[in-house]
């Protein structure tokens, strides 16, 4: 927790209600989200009990597994989770856009949309990410056959969860994780998890403070868990005899009572999801509110070109994604995600005056007023004259600095600025930065216009770069060294996924 998220949620409690930490809106909001609430059966590893999904907030879809321990019927509520998902994803395939790669050299198509699956929290995409590990590899054919379209349907999923995994990825998002992103409130993180809770702090209503609302929203008959685990007070005294009932209808062949135990049965699972669609939806409405940051297109379109090469992957009849990845893919999966935090922490800082604050406040910024501006002087101690125009900025914020470092700022990306002299004043607690800008400035010996920053400007300049990173250099699969493993066994023909790839301690 940042000093400014503690400072922003002491003020929560002081002003009974969750207070504002960023200006902007830091991921996108699909205009056609689909939401999915998944529940799961209690003392039983992801086994599905029910859920509700959809895209319209009127009229989702519910699904109900009566006995979750029934192998069938787990799979059956698969194939019925994949009548929703699926065209759901097919939905974002019809229109293209070319784009430009290998500098201009080359064109690519990707989808103009993706697909958006919201869930309640992190447990919700866990659940996804188990889920899809289980349905992947399932056979249709031979022992324990499965509709054709769940293996499909394990596919995506685990596409989707491994997607959850990037930072600034928006293709499987946490309304609570969403949520916290963008408000403190007066509760612990933990207590954050909880969406009922989390939302009403936010957007506390009928004239109560949010700790009021958050007690209120911790009943859980009122409010029940938002999933995937269930409340023990429903499942002992609700679900255990509508289950039971619904045992003892099936087993007596009366097709009207197991009829009727079952209309039971899916009116109490519907009981305990139904108010957290309320939420989620809710929730998807206060983030639309706000406005989106200016790189968050970008991080979109990301999603859209993952999400456009999958598509081609699986259409082109791709494997699906082994159990463990080797050592190699490993690794450069690791890097990948360390690149796109770091990546995705700087844009952020960019986009956000509010998240700059923080590296203001660590000294890895500092915010000031240009006093001095020289645009057209030229370096001539090299072999060709340049232009390398000086600024002084003068700043109240703690400046730490070196001289030679090389700062850049939000307003202006595609410039450098190194930093010549550091000149604290200690009576004024001012603090002269004079700084020597490289970069955008055109192409000759005299300043673009507007290149420079003149005199009474106000900027912001950090080490942080948003600039490109040069991805590391790893052995081919081939190359894996024997301390790792040696070479994996590729899902190649003849060496296609097998049953025992199916086989979990869990299953």
């Not at 989702?60 to 989770?81: C, M, S, T, W, Y």
Request: net charge negative.
């Amino acid at each position: 927790m940042s000093t400014l998220t503690a400072l922003a949620r002491a003020e929560a409690v002081a002003a009974g209600h969750a207070q504002r930490i960023t200006t902007v809106r830091h991921l996108h909001v699909s205009d056609r989200p689909l939401v999915f609430l998944p529940l799961s059966m209690a003392g039983e590893a992801n086994a599905p009990l029910g859920a509700l999904v959809g895209t319209d907030p009127v009229e989702p879809k519910l699904l109900v597994v009566p006995q979750p321990r029934n192998r069938d019927q787990r799979f059956g509520f698969a194939a019925e989770l994949a009548e929703v998902l699926l065209p759901y994803l097919d939905s974002f395939r019809g229109v293209t856009e070319a784009v430009a790669a290998n500098r201009g050299r080359e064109v690519r198509y990707r989808y103009v949309d993706a697909p958006q699956v919201l869930v309640p929290n992190s447990a919700g995409i866990g659940f996804v990410r188990l889920f899809g590990r289980s349905t992947r590899f399932r056979r249709t054919d031979g022992d324990y056959p499965v509709h054709p379209s769940v293996p499909l349907l394990g596919q995506w999923l685990t596409f989707l969860a491994d997607r959850a995994e990037h930072p600034g990825s928006g293709m499987l998002l946490a309304m609570t994780e969403a949520l916290g992103l963008h408000w403190a409130t007066g509760q612990s993180a933990l207590e954050d998890a909880h969406l009922a809770a989390l939302l009403a702090w936010i957007d506390p209503g009928d004239g109560l403070t949010g700790a009021d609302a958050a007690v209120v929203a911790e009943d859980p008959l009122r409010w029940p868990p938002a999933g995937p685990a269930t409340d023990p007070t429903f499942d002992n005294e609700i679900l255990a005899p509508a289950m039971t009932a619904y045992e003892e209808a099936a087993a007596s062949g009366e097709e009207v009572r197991r009829s009727r135990a079952r209309g039971v049965l899916e009116e109490a699972v519907r009981s305990q999801l139904t108010p957290t669609w309320e939420l989620m939806w809710r929730g998807v409405s206060l983030l639309r509110r706000l406005p989106a940051g200016a790189r968050v297109d970008g991080r979109w379109a990301e999603d859209r070109d993952v999400f456009s090469n999958f598509t081609l992957y699986v259409d082109g009849g791709g494997y699906p994604q082994p159990r463990r990845d080797g050592a190699v893919n490993a690794a450069q999966r690791l890097h990948r995600l360390e690149r796109a935090l770091q990546s995705y922490a700087v844009q952020r800082a960019y986009d956000d005056p509010l998240v700059m604050a923080d590296h203001r406040l660590t000294g890895e910024a500092f915010v000031g007023e240009v006093t001095l501006a020289d645009p057209h002087r030229i370096d001539d101690s090299g072999k060709r004259r340049v232009l390398r125009p000086r600024i002084q900025v003068t700043t109240g914020d703690v400046v730490l600095v070196t001289v030679g470092a090389v700062l850049h700022s939000p307003s202006r990306p595609g410039q450098k600025a190194r930093v010549v002299f550091v000149t604290p004043d200690l009576s004024t607690g001012q603090t002269d930065v004079v700084l020597e800008l490289s970069g955008g400035l055109g192409r000759s010996l005299s300043p673009a216009p507007g290149s420079v920053p003149e005199v009474g400007d106000r900027l912001c300049y950090t080490t942080l770069s948003d600039s490109f990173m040069p991805p590391g250099e790893f052995p081919s699969r081939e190359e894996t060294p024997w301390t790792h493993g040696g070479p994996p066994q590729a899902y190649e023909e003849p060496v296609a996924p097998s049953v025992e790839d199916a086989r979990e301690e869990w299953a």
